[in-house]
């Protein structure tokens, strides 16, 4: 009986530490030119601080998991255009849209 009672109190806490309130959340958006308001396609976009990135699809959408806990900072690069850096403030927001400058 009090194997069982261990058993149950050590999966409890491990349960209580494996799962906690930082989930993270999905970030979705679409990468426009600036000019001619066409979609790109394969745009960097990538997680400042971390190792995750991603690559826009041919309409320009992507979607990335941003850990909990976080105030993302998305980078959005691509060759021929500008760099931008993106701060999201708020993690309600449905999509985001970015426009991309070229270079000169």
């Known amino acids: 009986m009090k194997f069982l ?15 906690g309130p930082e989930k993270g959340f999905m970030l979705r958006g679409k990468v426009k030119d600036q000019n001619s308001s066409e979609t790109l396609a394969g ?3 990538s997680l400042k601080g971390t190792n995750i990135s991603v ?3 041919f309409e320009g959408n992507f979607s990335l998991i ?6 993302p ?10 760099p931008v850096t993106s701060v999201i403030k708020d993690q ?9 400058k070229e270079r000169n």
Not at 5 to 19: H, N, Q
Not at 66 to 71: F, I, L, Q, R, S
Not at 74 to 79: A, T
């Open 66 to 71: 941003v850990p909990g806990g976080t105030t």
């Open 73 to 82: 900072v998305l980078d959005f690069e691509m060759l021929s255009y500008e």
């Open 5 to 19: 009672c261990f058993l149950f109190m050590f999966g409890f806490s491990v349960s209580a530490f494996c799962g």
């Open 55 to 57: 690559y826009t699809d």
């Open 43 to 45: 745009v960097k976009v």
């Open 92 to 100: 309600a927001t449905p999509e985001l849209e970015i426009s991309l």
